[in-house]
């Protein structure tokens, strides 16, 4: 159960929140749980959206955002994230199932995102601390410079997203999809 009280719909938001909340749920066909949650802080709500329509229109695929959204969120052991991006990475970015236990696995069928999702892996679990020789590994794979930095900013988002939902223990409003073990 929620360690706090969720507002139930767009309307039950702080103000400030609501036009977020629409736009989420115009996009998404439903104001999921999380960003109700982050709602209550309507600065933190701003951001969230903020960045993540930033990175919808980087250099990344869509997929490749799912990947590796999957993959951070098996690795903090978040299950909310798990099911959220099981099913957005199933509806929107049309990913198979082969290909998301690929990622929750830390890994990818496709040899250019799987460069992308090993690291964003060792970032996740070496909290930046990767080594040259990782920097050149994803770099080989044909990933630039900007578009590594928008790995990193991947892992850092969904880390945060991934913390806030472990720390309210928020219900998840999509189809169950349990973590395997945190990291």
């Not at 995102?113 to 909290?127: N, P, Q, T, Y």
């Amino acid at each position: 159960m929620t360690r706090t009280t969720i507002p139930a719909d767009v309307q039950a938001a702080p103000a400030a929140s609501r036009p977020m909340l629409a736009a989420v749920q115009a996009q998404l066909g439903s104001a999921p749980n999380v960003f109700r949650l982050v709602s209550l802080s309507p600065a933190a709500l701003q951001g969230y959206t903020g960045l993540l329509g930033a990175l919808g229109s980087g250099a990344l695929p869509q997929a490749t955002h799912e990947r590796i959204a999957l993959a951070v969120a098996e690795v903090n052991g978040c299950s909310y994230c798990l099911s959220a991006h099981t099913y957005l990475g199933r509806t929107f970015a049309k990913l198979d199932d082969a290909e998301m236990t690929a990622n929750r696995s830390g890994a990818s069928n496709d040899p250019k995102a799987d460069a992308a999702v090993r690291f964003a892996v060792k970032v996740a679990r070496l909290r930046g601390h990767v080594t040259e020789q990782d920097l050149s590994t994803v770099k080989l794979a044909g990933y630039s410079d900007a578009q590594v930095i928008e790995i990193v900013q991947h892992v850092a988002l969904n880390t945060w997203t991934n913390y806030v939902n472990e720390v309210f223990n928020t219900d998840i409003d999509f189809p169950v999809v349990s973590a395997r073990a945190a990291a």
